[in-house]
């Protein structure tokens, strides 16, 4: 017996006829969702039985609920934080550290990660010695667009400078050719790190810098999800990259 809508029902004073005129549907229907627990209406009529009896829908059918994250595409969402910075360095990471194929930062500076995570050049290095691809698309520090940005977020850390100690650091792990990085400003306003079928997005927000953006956590359960969408981005900025080395021996020629 779905004894939570039994009591609300009584609760509300309404027969079976009373709530299935409510509902749209016959008296004989709204007996089944007494009698078969596990049998979940369609979702106008949950929602018009919620407003009838005054009741939230995941006291009356819990199993729609679950069902739902179970089953809708939003069953790639793990976790949200409003801000960057809420989520926990741990979290980072557990993720570098459980990606065993493909580790993507396609952060526009990624400067917060060496600064928040102990000896990450280690961590990198290990992981490309085991097979692991690693690639950074990085803003390119000489673009107009990094300039505008700059200008936008008007903190004395800037964009440049930050991009700039990822290049120190990238220069750290030369001798590694598994670690591969690119220029690309397609970026600016979104940053995605992939690791293996799990992956971190951040849009930036305006005037906000990196941290005080929101953040979602994802993991892939479908073909053509929120996941592949923001890979398939990530892929086509790295097509249009230009290789950070090349890049930086031209301008010094």
């Known amino acids: 017996m779905n004894d939570a809508l039994r009591r609300a029902m009584a609760n509300a004073k309404l027969t079976e006829q009373q709530l299935a005129e409510l509902c749209g549907v016959d008296a004989k229907t709204v007996g089944r969702w007494i009698t078969a627990p596990n049998r979940i209406p369609h979702a106008r009529h949950r929602w018009a ?4 009896l005054g009741e939230e829908e995941q006291t009356l059918w819990p199993n729609a609920i679950r069902s739902a ?3 809708g595409p939003d069953r790639e969402i793990v976790q949200v934080y409003p801000y960057r910075s809420a989520a926990p360095a741990a979290l980072w990471r557990s993720l570098v ?25 280690g961590a990198l290095r290990r992981k490309a010695q085991t097979g692991c691809r690693i690639r950074f698309l990085l803003g390119d520090p000489s673009s107009p667009v990094t300039a505008a940005r700059e ?11 930050r991009i700039a100690v990822t290049l120190a650091e990238l220069d750290k792990l030369r001798d590694v050719p598994e670690i591969e990085a690119r220029f690309e400003t397609g970026h600016v306003n979104l940053s995605v790190f992939r690791f293996d079928d799990q992956m971190i997005v951040t849009p930036i ?6 941290h005080d953006s929101p953040l979602m956590h994802l993991r892939r359960c479908q073909a053509d999800g929120m996941f592949d969408r923001f890979a398939a981005h990530v ?18 020629a």
Do not use: M
């Not at 892929?235 to 010094?252: H, K, T, V």
């Open 97 to 121: 550290t459980k990606a065993h194929q493909e580790l993507t930062f396609a952060g526009y500076t990624n400067y917060f990660l060496w600064l928040e995570q102990a000896n990450l050049g």
């Open 151 to 161: 200008e936008e977020e008007g903190v004395p850390l800037t964009l440049s400078t």
């Open 49 to 52: 039985a919620c407003e009838a």
């Open 205 to 210: 927000l305006a005037r906000r810098v990196g």
């Open 235 to 252: 892929e086509e900025l790295w097509s249009r990259g230009r290789d950070i080395r090349e890049a930086r021996e031209n301008a010094q």
């Open 69 to 71: 994250f179970a089953t």
